[in-house]
T-cell receptor, first 112, second 111 residues
Framework: SQTIHQWPATLVQPVGSPLSLECTVE??????LYWYRQAAGRGLQLLFY??????ISSEVPQNLSASRPQDRQFILSSKKLLLSDSGFYLC???????????FGPGTRLTVL | TQLLEQSPQFLSIQEGENLTVYCNSS?????LQWYRQEPGEGPVLLVT?????EVKKLKRLTFQFGDARKDSSLHITAAQPGDTGLYLC???????????FGSGTKLNVKP
C-alpha cells in the first residue's frame, strides 16, 4: 500500500513571503495526486489535482500554484502568501485502477 | 455550493448511545468513501461503498450506500470515547479523477 509524506509538518510564514510545500508518495506508480485545504474542523476544499507528470488541474482561482516534476512528487507553491492562505494542507493519492484516496499527515500553515 | 451535504454538523452524545450520520447529494457517484479524522492529522479511510444499496459493517460501524448512489449513512452502535473525531464522506466522480467532500460531522462521545 502507498505511503504519503508531507513536509514540513508546521510552518509559520509572514505575509508576502513565498511558500513551498512538498508531498512525496511511496509504494505506487503513476498515481493521481491531490492538494486539499481544510479550515478548522471542516470539510476539504480541492485545490489542485494531477493525473501525471507536468499535468495540473486547478479547481479554484487563488494565490497558489502546483507542480508535479516527478511521478511521485507534488509541490504546492506561492510567490506571495496572503493571510487567507492559512490552513491545514493535505496531500492525497489515488493509485491507478483504484477508487479511493489516501491522505498524508498534513501541513499546518499559519500566515502572520 | 457543497455537492455533498452532511448532517448533523455537530453531535455530542454519551458513551453507549447510538448515532447516525447522513451524507446526501443530488448527484450520482461511482463510489463513496467515509473517513475519520483526528485534530492535526490526515483523514483515515474507514470504508468504500461501490454498489447501490450496499451495506458494509466494520465492528460497531455500519455503512450504507443509497440505492440511487446519491446518499450514504454511517451508523455507530454503542459509541465509545475512541469514536470521537471528524467524520467525512467523499463521493468519487465516474472518472475517479476527482472526489467531492462533505462538510464533515464533528462527533464527541463523552465517557
Amino acid at each position: 500500500s502507498q505511503t504519503i509524506h508531507q513536509w514540513p509538518a508546521t510552518l509559520v510564514q509572514p505575509v508576502g513571503s513565498p511558500l513551498s510545500l512538498e508531498c512525496t508518495v511511496e509504494g505506487t506508480s503513476n498515481p493521481n495526486l491531490y492538494w486539499y485545504r481544510q479550515a478548522a474542523g471542516r470539510g476539504l476544499q480541492l485545490l489542485f489535482y494531477s493525473v501525471g507528470i507536468g499535468q495540473i488541474s486547478s479547481e479554484v482561482p487563488q494565490n497558489l500554484s502546483a507542480s508535479r516534476p516527478q511521478d511521485r512528487q507534488f509541490i504546492l507553491s506561492s510567490k506571495k502568501l496572503l493571510l487567507s492562505d492559512s490552513g491545514f494542507y493535505l496531500c492525497a493519492c489515488r493509485a491507478s485502477r483504484e477508487n479511493e484516496q489516501f491522505f498524508g499527515p498534513g501541513t499546518r500553515l499559519t500566515v502572520l | 455550493t457543497q455537492l455533498l451535504e452532511q448532517s448533523p454538523q455537530f453531535l455530542s452524545i454519551q458513551e453507549g448511545e447510538n448515532l447516525t450520520v447522513y451524507c446526501n447529494s443530488s448527484s450520482v457517484f461511482s463510489s463513496l468513501q467515509w473517513y475519520r479524522q483526528e485534530p492535526g492529522e490526515g483523514p483515515v479511510l474507514l470504508v468504500t461503498v461501490v454498489t447501490g444499496g450496499e451495506v458494509k459493517k466494520l465492528k460497531r460501524l455500519t455503512f450504507q450506500f443509497g440505492d440511487a448512489r446519491k446518499d450514504s449513512s454511517l451508523h455507530i452502535t454503542a459509541a465509545q470515547p475512541g469514536d470521537t473525531g471528524l467524520y467525512l464522506c467523499a463521493g468519487a466522480e465516474w472518472s475517479f479523477n476527482k472526489f467531492y467532500f462533505g462538510s464533515g460531522t464533528k462527533l464527541n462521545v463523552k465517557p
